[in-house]
C-alpha cells in the first residue's frame, strides 16, 4: 500500500466531517485499488470515482442516494434527447447521430407534458441533447416552455443558425437558458478531424455568435486518445473568450455509438442521469442508445421511473459490485 496515498487519505479523511465526501487525487487503478482497501479497512466508503480522484464517503453509508450530494442524485437532472438526426457525423458520437439517422423526434405535446410531470417528480434542471436539438425548426417551442420551468441547457454545435433558425433563436429568453457549444480543440486540426472539415470555423463563429446575442453559453470539449495539448490549448482559447470554471466541460470518449475506442460504461459503472428518447428511458444519456442500458420503453409516470433507476443505483452500490464513476456530458 502506498504510504504516501495512506496518509493522505488519513489526513484528508479524518479532517472531514461524518457522513461527508472529500476527493483524494489519484494517479491510475493502483491507488484506486489502495484508497478501496484503505477505506473497507477504516469503516469508511469509497463513493465513486473521477478521472484524476476518488471520493471518499467518512463512515458507511445507510444509503446510497443520500450519500450523493443533492446535485448528482439520480433524478435532479433530467436529460431528453429531442432527436437523433444531426447535420454532422462525428466519428466517436455515442448515440450514432448523422443527417442519415432515424430522427426519434419526442413530440410538442410529448414534450410538454414531460416538463409538466418533471416538476412533481423532483426535477431541478432540465437538459435537451441530440442528435442537433437546432435540427427541429419548432424548437424554441418546446424552449419556451422548458425555460418557465426549469433551468434549461440545449447541447448543439452552433453550425445552423441561419434563417428562420437564426430569427427563432434571437427571439428565445435569455433568462434560465444556457447553451453549450461544442469544440473539441482550439484549433481547426483536432476538431475537423473529428467532426468534419470546416467544422471547426463555424462552430467558432457560433459560439461568437451566442456570446454577441447575449446568451450564456458553456463550451464542452471531448477529447480521446489523439487529443495531445489540446486541453491546455482550450484552456487559453477559453481564457481569451471570457468563460469562467461552470463555463467549461472537458470529457473523454465513451465507447458508445459510433466509438471503437474509449471509456466503457455499463449501469453498475455509472452514477444514473435519467435520459429519455423516444424509444424510452436510459441510464445515462451517453448510453442512449446502447439496449443494455436502456431502463423502460416509456418514461410514464416519470417518477415511477426515477424512483425505479434509484433502487438499481441502490443495489448496485450496496452490492459493491462495481465502483461507480461519474461522467460529465454538462
Known amino acids: 500500500m502506498s504510504l504516501d496515498l495512506t496518509l493522505r487519505l488519513v489526513e484528508a479523511v479524518g479532517t472531514t466531517a461524518a457522513g461527508s465526501t472529500v476527493l483524494i487525487d489519484v494517479d491510475g487503478p493502483g491507488d484506486v485499488e489502495v484508497a478501496q482497501r484503505w477505506a473497507a479497512g477504516s469503516n469508511n466508503t469509497v463513493l465513486a470515482v473521477h478521472p484524476d480522484a ?41 448515440v450514432s447521430s448523422s443527417p442519415k439517422a432515424r ?6 405535446d410529448e414534450f410538454a407534458q414531460l416538463v409538466d410531470e418533471a416538476g412533481s417528480a423532483g426535477v431541478e434542471e432540465l437538459y435537451l441533447t441530440g442528435g442537433e436539438p437546432f435540427m427541429l425548426i419548432d424548437l424554441d417551442e418546446r424552449l419556451r416552455h422548458a425555460t418557465a420551468a426549469f433551468p434549461t441547457t440545449v447541447l448543439t454545435n452552433a453550425m445552423v443558425w441561419q434563417g428562420d433558425r437564426l430569427r427563432r433563436l434571437e427571439a428565445l429568453p435569455r433568462e434560465g437558458l444556457t447553451l453549450q457549444i461544442s469544440l473539441d480543440s482550439a484549433t481547426p486540426r483536432l476538431h475537423d478531424r473529428h467532426r468534419g472539415a470546416g467544422s471547426f470555423e463555424t462552430a467558432v463563429a457560433g459560439i461568437r455568435q451566442a456570446i454577441d446575442l447575449g446568451f450564456r453559453i458553456r463550451v464542452a470539449a471531448t477529447l480521446g486518445s489523439d487529443a495531445g495539448t489540446s486541453e491546455v490549448e482550450l484552456a487559453a482559447f477559453f481564457d481569451e473568450l471570457g468563460l469562467s470554471a461552470d463555463q467549461r466541460v472537458v470529457r473523454r470518449i465513451a465507447k458508445q455509438g459510433s466509438a471503437n475506442a474509449g471509456l466503457t460504461v455499463s449501469r453498475s459503472s455509472l452514477i444514473p442521469e435519467v435520459c429519455v428518447t423516444a424509444d424510452g428511458v436510459w441510464w445515462h444519456p451517453v448510453a442512449a ?16 421511473t426515477i424512483e425505479a433507476v434509484r433502487s438499481e443505483y441502490r443495489a448496485h452500490r450496496i ?7 461519474t461522467f460529465p456530458c454538462a
Not at 292 to 299: E, G, K, L, T, Y
Not at 319 to 325: I, Q
Request: proline letters at 7%.
Open 54 to 94: 476518488v471520493e471518499i464517503y467518512r463512515g458507511r453509508m445507510a444509503d446510497p442516494i443520500k450519500a450523493l450530494s443533492p446535485d448528482r442524485r439520480p433524478g435532479y437532472r433530467l436529460w431528453v434527447y429531442t432527436n437523433f438526426h444531426c447535420n454532422l457525423s462525428c466519428d466517436y458520437c455515442c
Open 103 to 108: 430522427r426519434r423526434i419526442i413530440a410538442t
Open 289 to 304: 442508445a446502447d439496449p443494455a442500458m436502456q431502463v423502460n420503453d416509456h418514461w410514464a409516470p416519470l417518477a415511477d
Open 319 to 325: 452490492a459493491g459490485d462495481v465502483l461507480a464513476s
